[in-house]
T-cell receptor
Framework: DGGITQSPKYLFRKEGQNVTLSCEQNLNHDAMYWYRQDPGQGLRLIYYSQIVNDFQKGDIAEGYSVSREKKESFPLTVTSAQKNPTAFYLC????????????FGAGSRLTVL | AQSVTQLGSHVSVSEGALVLLRCNYSSSVPPYLFWYVQYPNQGLQLLLKYTTGATLVKGINGFEAEFKKSETSFHLTKPSAHMSDAAEYFCAVRTHNNNDMRFGAGTRLTVKP
């Protein structure tokens, strides 16, 4: 079945460490997104990519980095510059601009110790 | 830019009672509107969407929503709540010419036996 796979499901990090969250999709979608979810704040857009080798900052890109070397993959690196990285991270994809809905992965929960 | 406001971060209903989750949007151009549901530690699933045409849209699990342009609202309803409806619900808006989907802060629905 087609879908989005995020890994790991749970991740613990010490302060000062960089971590990379994986997002892979086999839906042949052009666009991919990373959202951060905190209680009571809904989903906030970190980065998105509409095509391979291109990506744009969302509302809260500081302290994060991404790459889009392959259509299927959109990894997110949470760097040590991110001051409050503990959160639930959701990856999503769709076919591009228009009425298309987003398909979401199951999420990755990052906890900084 | 478009935005979404969900009124009420928590809603509690009895099993069998009407469910009403409120969503108001702001958009300078005709919006596309969505409701998503999230179960604990999972990604978001699409419940229903409005793009154009009929303003009353039906979704999965007996949910429906009505687009009211004059009130800039897209409230979600279900005539009779079921225990399995307990989850967090997100309203979202985007416009037809961009790939930027904006989410509300979410409403947590509790269903009492």
């Amino acid at each position: 079945d087609g879908g989005i796979t995020q890994s790991p499901k749970y991740l613990f990090r010490k302060e000062g460490q960089n971590v990379t969250l994986s997002c892979e999709q086999n839906l042949n979608h052009d666009a991919m997104y990373w959202y951060r979810q905190d209680p009571g704040q809904g989903l906030r857009l970190i980065y998105y990519s509409q095509i391979v080798n291109d990506f744009q900052k969302g509302d809260i890109a500081e302290g994060y980095s991404v790459s889009r070397e392959k259509k299927e993959s959109f990894p997110l690196t949470v760097t040590s510059a991110q001051k409050n990285p503990t959160a639930f991270y959701l990856c999503a994809s769709n076919t591009g601009p228009g009425a298309n809905v987003l398909t979401f992965g199951a999420g990755s929960r990052l906890t900084v110790l | 830019a478009q935005s979404v406001t969900q009124l009420g971060s928590h809603v509690s209903v009895s099993e069998g009672a009407l469910v009403l989750l409120r969503c108001n949007y702001s958009s300078s151009v005709p919006p596309y509107l969505f409701w998503y549901v999230q179960y604990p530690n999972q990604g978001l699933q699409l419940l229903l969407k409005y793009t154009t045409g009929a303003t009353l849209v039906k979704g999965i699990n007996g949910f429906e929503a009505e687009f009211k342009k004059s009130e800039t609202s897209f409230h979600l309803t279900k005539p009779s709540a079921h225990m399995s409806d307990a989850a967090e619900y997100f309203c979202a808006v985007r416009t037809h010419n961009n790939n930027d989907m904006r989410f509300g802060a979410g409403t947590r629905l509790t269903v009492k036996p």
